[in-house]
Structures are given as structure tokens and as C-alpha cells.
């Protein structure tokens, strides 16, 4: 078994691993810190979830307002589904959701419904998977360890990132043609738009190739950081490069003032219990149905 993260954390905020219809660059630590916003004990998981609800709102070319939420899409990408969504974050009528996301979504050759909030998810889900959608399941793994003090990966740009992205895309998608390749990739720009902060840092070899990477999005106004997409080259596994990546983040996330640091994983994947053994706690849960 792998000792560490070899695929995205696949969460409403990166592209889905299946086949959909679709230099070093200098960093130094954000100076000086900012004093981190704690949340208040049993507030992290509104906090988390208003944040991920923002991001895909941030992050969209266009919404369009829905009951219980609104649709995320953007033209450019349509190929990815982070890009173009459904997100739920509140009470909705369950039995009209499966025709709300025709419309919005119809365009498309996928469809795809985050749901942030549990009741509803709950309500929502036997109209959905009635309706052809699959249901997954996410953790929200908030961070409760001591913020490391190393800070030995790098910030790397998009650039850098394309052809160690392409061919672990190539490998998580092995149906798909460049085309869909290419967005799934290209894609990761419009994030930028997500947040306040939004930085990729990677962890490279002696020789210069990146072995390791993530993202990091922060909104130091709410105090509130997420770490996504921690992905390992299978070649560079065990030398402690996801390691490298997750302890920078964490503290570039610290020190932009985030004392609400989480992350989300696969409730059925191994990499949960790597995220645990350092220093993240499943406080709550995100659901995502897809149908092609």
C-alpha cells in the first residue's frame, strides 16, 4: 500500500478522477505572520463549509441562482466538472433537484451536485441516485495537530506544474484524450480566482523534477485556509516529499493568519488515515453525485 497521497483529494473544489465527457521559483514565508483567527470550539464546520461554497462561487465564470444554492460554470472549461456544478448548501426540495440540475446542467456531458449540507444530502440523496447519479462521499478533516515550523517545498507556478499534472491525469484518466487532458489541467488557472490567497507548492528532487505537490486557498479575512489536490509522482513515493508539501502549507496557511486549516479526503480511501496520522480530525462531511 502506498505511504502516501498518489491521487487528488477529489472534493467539490477539484476535477473528478474518471473519465469525464470531457527552475524553482523563489518562496519565502508569508512576513511577518499574522496572528491566526482561531474559530470558536464547534464553528470550524459552518466556517469550512461557508468557505467552500464561496470558493466555487469565486472561482466560477458565471452562476446562476437555484433554490438551495446556485449552478458554477464556466464556459472555457467545460470539460471539468469542478468548473461546472451544482452546489447545495442549504434546505432545497429534493424531488425537483434531479430537474433543476437538467436545466442548469444540460449543456453538458456530465452532471454534477455538491451538496455542503447534511440534511439535505440526506433528503436529496434516494432522488438523485433514482435519477442515475453515484454518491460519494467526502470527509472534512480539520486540521488539530501543531503547525510544523519546516518549510522545504516551494512555491511553483502553473507552468512548471503542466507536464508532472498531464501525466498523472494520463494515469488517473487512461480513456481520455488530450483534449480533456488539457482542461482538466488548464483548468487549475481559473482557481486563482477562488480565493484571496491561492498558491501551488511543490517539493522537488536533487535533480530539479517536482515529485510532490498541492494547493493551498486562503481567505485570511475569515481566517479559514484549505489545502487540496496533494498529489505524489508513484516514482518519488516514500522519500517524504507529500510530507515537505503538507507541512508548508500548513504553515504558509498559519501564517497568513488561518487558524482553521482542513482539508477533504475520500471517506472510502486509504489517504485518510495518512492525513490523521498527521494531525487532521473528520469533524463533518460534503457529498457529490455524478451522472454522465
Not at 426540495?93 to 436545466?103: F, N
Not at 487558524?259 to 480530525?281: E, H, K, N, S, V
Request: with cysteine; glycine share 8%; hydrophobic share 40%.
Amino acid at each position: 500500500m502506498p505511504t502516501e497521497p498518489t491521487h487528488p483529494m477529489t472534493s467539490p473544489t477539484a476535477p473528478t478522477p474518471h473519465p469525464p465527457r470531457i527552475p524553482n521559483t523563489p518562496s519565502t514565508a508569508l512576513t511577518p505572520p499574522t496572528p491566526a483567527i482561531a474559530a470558536e470550539p464547534g464553528t470550524e464546520l459552518p466556517r469550512i463549509k461557508a468557505f467552500l461554497t464561496a470558493f466555487a462561487r469565486r472561482q466560477a465564470a458565471r452562476t446562476v441562482g437555484l433554490p438551495g444554492g446556485f449552478a458554477a460554470l464556466d464556459d472555457a472549461f467545460s470539460l471539468s466538472y469542478s468548473a461546472n456544478q451544482i452546489v447545495i448548501d442549504r434546505a432545497v426540495e429534493p424531488a425537483a433537484l434531479p430537474a433543476r440540475a437538467e436545466e442548469a446542467l444540460g449543456h453538458l456531458g456530465h452532471r454534477m451536485i455538491s451538496i455542503f449540507d447534511e440534511a439535505a444530502a440526506a433528503a436529496c440523496a434516494p432522488w438523485l441516485v433514482r435519477a442515475g447519479y453515484t454518491h460519494s462521499t467526502y470527509l472534512i478533516m480539520l486540521h488539530t495537530g501543531p503547525v510544523p515550523d519546516a518549510t522545504t517545498a516551494h512555491e511553483v507556478d502553473l507552468d512548471a506544474l503542466r507536464t508532472p499534472l498531464s501525466l498523472r491525469w494520463r494515469g488517473f484518466l487512461p480513456e481520455a484524450d488530450e483534449e480533456t487532458i488539457r482542461a482538466v489541467v488548464g483548468q487549475r488557472e481559473a482557481r486563482r480566482r477562488g480565493a484571496d490567497l491561492v498558491r501551488f507548492i511543490g517539493s522537488r528532487t536533487g535533480g530539479g523534477e517536482i515529485a510532490s505537490w498541492a494547493d493551498l486557498y486562503a481567505d485570511p479575512a475569515t481566517g479559514t485556509a484549505q489545502i487540496e489536490d496533494l498529489v505524489t509522482a508513484v516514482a518519488q513515493l516514500g522519500r517524504g516529499h507529500a510530507g515537505a508539501v503538507l507541512d508548508t502549507a500548513l504553515r504558509w496557511a498559519a501564517d497568513a493568519g488561518c487558524g482553521t486549516r482542513f482539508l477533504i479526503a475520500d471517506a472510502q480511501d486509504w489517504p485518510r488515515y495518512w492525513y490523521a496520522r498527521r494531525g487532521f480530525t473528520s469533524i463533518g462531511h460534503t457529498h457529490v453525485f455524478e451522472r454522465l
